[in-house]
């Protein structure tokens, strides 16, 4: 009996311990100041904009609780000339790469020009009939994302034609990485646009002044710039995305799959585009590749012809592995995979795979069978060098890498 009771004490304490933490820890997190972009500081930015001519290079993601910015400026009698769309258009409804057309915002009557496609900056003349840009893009902290890359040439233009830009900047849901090699200048293109590599660790206000800093335009003078922070936030933070930033990145999951599986962009294998767990799979018409399948279907918006369409996959599911960073184990193992089974490399894009790494060192030690220590070892000196180069535009306190 006396056994009995002090097993039943003991219970008790322990579940009043436990409980105490609970509640200790959820207090913690409510303590927690909110995150709050620069877009819906509106106090900041607004009366500095107010009376001046506005173009917008936005996207779905850039609203202001809730609204999206263009119809939250347009309401308080703002004068929007102009909307600037890039890949995947204005409301964020096109398919990769597909072409983004000019047109007409019917919600307001503004006019949007397409900056995805043949003409991916806007002419210095066009500039000249605002007085002022606004980018407000939500980035996923990936070299190869083409957010960036729009912004990079819309400060180009800003630069030539006189007129500022104004960042509304938004946090780095991949902030906390900084990994991959450092893009090599003879692999430039509109998935690689910089000398950084493919997990960053900068939200596109740091990375902007990066851009100006290291005298990257064309020009090599600097964009006028004007940048509104994030309150509440650090590299070290989670941050789930309240909009998903383009049609195959539905979730936070997807998110953090994607810098490690957009290598597979360069290969025949599907990554999920076609179903409703993009960038959260990986399979191949091949059923000696895993026992998980699945079949890539055309969807109008995200993926009208997606790799292996109408075709059962099999493979593997990644939706609940705990995911972080950028992971070669996925493109060495498949690799592997491909070449007992299919006797051939997965790599069959060789230009492709070396503009999505920003060089061709990645795509040969995968096929020497390199492992993925060695494979990291190699651009641990750009790395340094980087992180060095890094600290001096930084706007929030660094993570611990």
């Known amino acids: 009996m006396k056994n009995f009771i002090t097993v039943v004490l003991t219970l008790i304490i322990f579940s009043c311990s436990a409980s105490?933490?609970?509640?200790?820890?959820?207090?913690?997190?409510?303590?927690?100041?909110?995150?709050?972009?620069?877009?819906?500081?509106?106090?900041?930015?607004?009366?500095?904009?107010?009376?001046k001519k506005i173009g917008l290079l936005v996207n779905q993601t850039s609203t202001i609780k809730g609204i999206h910015i263009v119809d939250s400026l347009h309401n308080r009698g703002l004068d929007i000339q102009m909307i600037f769309a890039p890949e995947h258009g204005f409301r964020g409804n096109e398919d990769a790469g597909a072409h983004v057309k000019d047109g007409i915002d019917p919600s307001t009557g503004v006019k949007i020009y397409s900056i995805y496609g043949k003409n991916k900056r806007p002419s210095p003349d066009l500039l000249k009939e605002v007085d002022i840009i606004i980018f407000d893009i939500q980035d996923v902290g990936c070299r190869f994302y083409t957010y960036i890359s729009s912004m990079h040439y819309m400060m180009e233009a800003c630069q030539e034609a006189g007129v500022p830009l104004l960042i509304l900047d938004r946090p780095n849901p991949n902030g906390m990485y900084i990994d991959g090699p450092v893009l090599k200048k003879e692999f430039t293109s509109f998935v690689g646009m910089h000398p950084i590599p493919i997990l960053h660790g900068l939200t596109v206000g740091e990375l902007a002044r990066m851009i100006n800093g290291e005298k990257w335009l064309r020009t090599k003078k600097e964009c006028e710039l004007t940048i509104i922070p994030v309150l509440n936030y650090n590299h070290a933070m989670e941050y789930s995305l309240p909009i998903k930033p383009s049609p195959n990145l539905p979730n936070d999951q997807s998110i953090k799959l994607y810098p490690s599986l957009c290598f597979f962009e360069a290969t025949p294998v599907s990554i999920g585009?076609?179903?409703?767990?993009?960038?959260?799979?990986?399979?191949?018409?091949?059923?000696?590749?895993?026992?998980?399948?699945?079949?890539?279907?055309?969807?109008?918006g995200a993926a009208s012809n997606?790799?292996?369409?109408?075709?059962?996959?099999?493979g593997e599911d990644l939706r609940n592995v705990q995911q972080g960073g950028?992971?070669?184990?996925?493109?060495?193992?498949?690799?592997?995979?491909?070449?007992?089974?299919?006797?051939?490399?997965?790599?069959?894009k060789n230009k492709w795979m070396d503009l999505l790494s920003g060089t061709d060192s990645l795509r040969i030690m995968i096929d020497q069978k390199k492992s993925q220590k060695e494979i990291k070892d190699s651009w641990q000196k750009d790395l340094k060098t980087y992180k060095q180069i890094r600290k001096n535009y930084l706007i929030y306190t660094d993570s611990k890498y």
């Open 20 to 51: 105490k933490q609970d509640n200790t820890a959820e207090a913690q997190k409510e303590s927690t100041p909110p995150i709050i972009v620069g877009a819906e500081q509106t106090e900041k930015y607004v009366p500095y904009i107010k009376g």
């Open 326 to 348: 950028l992971d070669l184990s996925y493109i060495i193992g498949w690799n592997e995979k491909f070449s007992e089974n299919e006797k051939k490399s997965v790599i069959s």
């Open 273 to 300: 585009r076609g179903t409703d767990f993009p960038f959260q799979v990986i399979g191949y018409n091949n059923k000696t590749m895993g026992e998980f399948n699945f079949s890539p279907r055309s969807i109008k």
């Open 306 to 314: 997606p790799v292996l369409k109408d075709q059962k996959c099999y």
